[in-house]
T-cell receptor
Framework: AQSVSQHNHHVILSEAASLELGCNYSYGGTVNLFWYVQYPGQHLQLLLKYFSGDPLVKGIKGFEAEFIKSKFSFNLRKPSVQWSDTAEYFCAVNRILTGGGNKLTFGTGTQLKVEL | DSGVTQTPKHLITATGQRVTLRCSPRSGDLSVYWYQQSLDQGLQFLIQYYNGEERAKGNILERFSAQQFPDLHSELNLSSLELGDSALYFC?????????????FGPGTRLTVL
C-alpha cells in the first residue's frame, strides 16, 4: 500500500545535539512534501515544504530537509536542537487525486524530547 | 495563529449521539479539509471541499458527513457516535483546490465519546 513511513517514533536528545528524522514515501509520480510540527496542546504548524527545484529546503527555526528522489526520502535535519524543539514531528505527502482533489497523507509522527 | 478557527475546542458526548464540528477557513481560502487524529490511526484525511463542492474523500465513515456553506465555513457532522470516534478533529484550509498549495491547520476539536 502507498504510505509515508517515519522510522523513529521516539527520539530523546540533549540540547545542542544534531537531529535527523527519517521519512520515506512509497508513491510514484510527482509529490509535494511537507514537515509539520505539533507542540504539546497545539495545532499542526508547517516547518517546511518541497514542491520543486533545489532539493535542500530550509524552513523555520533552523530546520532543513533534503529531498532525495531516488530514495523516495525527505529527511528532516537540525544541526543543534533546543529544549523548545520538544514536539511531535510529522512528515506528509500531498498528491493529486482522481477527480482533481488532493489530500495530505501523514506519517505516524516522531515524538522528540530535548533534555537540558 | 494560522487563521483557521474551529469550534468547539472540546466536546464530550455519549455513544449514539450526534455532534457538529465547525470550521472557518483563513480569509481567501476556498478549500477546506477535515482530518482525524487518533492514537491508533494517526492523522487521517477525511474529506475535502472546494467552494462548496466535495472534491476528495478519504477514510470517512458513512456515519460522518460534511458540507461547506456559501460563506465557506464548513461543518463536519458525526452521528451514531461510538467510543472509537473519540479523537482530535482538525480542519485545514488552502487557497485553491490544487495540490500545490500548503494547508493551514486549525487548533482542532477534541471529541470524547463516553
Amino acid at each position: 500500500a502507498q504510505s509515508v513511513s517515519q522510522h523513529n517514533h521516539h527520539v530523546i536528545l540533549s540540547e545542542a545535539a544534531s537531529l535527523e528524522l527519517g521519512c520515506n514515501y512509497s508513491y510514484g509520480g510527482t509529490v509535494n512534501l511537507f514537515w509539520y510540527v505539533q507542540y504539546p496542546g497545539q495545532h499542526l504548524q508547517l516547518l517546511l515544504k518541497y514542491f520543486s527545484g533545489d532539493p535542500l529546503v530550509k524552513g523555520i527555526k533552523g530546520f532543513e530537509a533534503e529531498f532525495i528522489k531516488s530514495k523516495f526520502s525527505f529527511n528532516l535535519r537540525k544541526p543543534s536542537v533546543q529544549w523548545s524543539d520538544t514536539a511531535e514531528y510529522f512528515c506528509a505527502v500531498n498528491r493529486i487525486l482522481t477527480g482533481g482533489g488532493n489530500k495530505l497523507t501523514f506519517g505516524t509522527g516522531t515524538q522528540l524530547k530535548v533534555e537540558l | 495563529d494560522s487563521g483557521v478557527t474551529q469550534t468547539p475546542k472540546h466536546l464530550i458526548t455519549a455513544t449514539g449521539q450526534r455532534v457538529t464540528l465547525r470550521c472557518s477557513p483563513r480569509s481567501g481560502d476556498l478549500s477546506v479539509y477535515w482530518y482525524q487524529q487518533s492514537l491508533d490511526q494517526g492523522l487521517q484525511f477525511l474529506i475535502q471541499y472546494y467552494n462548496g463542492e466535495e472534491r476528495a474523500k478519504g477514510n470517512i465513515l458513512e456515519r460522518f458527513s460534511a458540507q461547506q456553506f456559501p460563506d465557506l465555513h464548513s461543518e463536519l457532522n458525526l452521528s451514531s457516535l461510538e467510543l472509537g470516534d473519540s479523537a482530535l478533529y482538525f480542519c485545514a484550509s488552502s487557497v485553491s483546490r490544487d495540490w500545490g498549495n500548503e494547508q493551514f491547520f486549525g487548533p482542532g476539536t477534541r471529541l470524547t465519546v463516553l
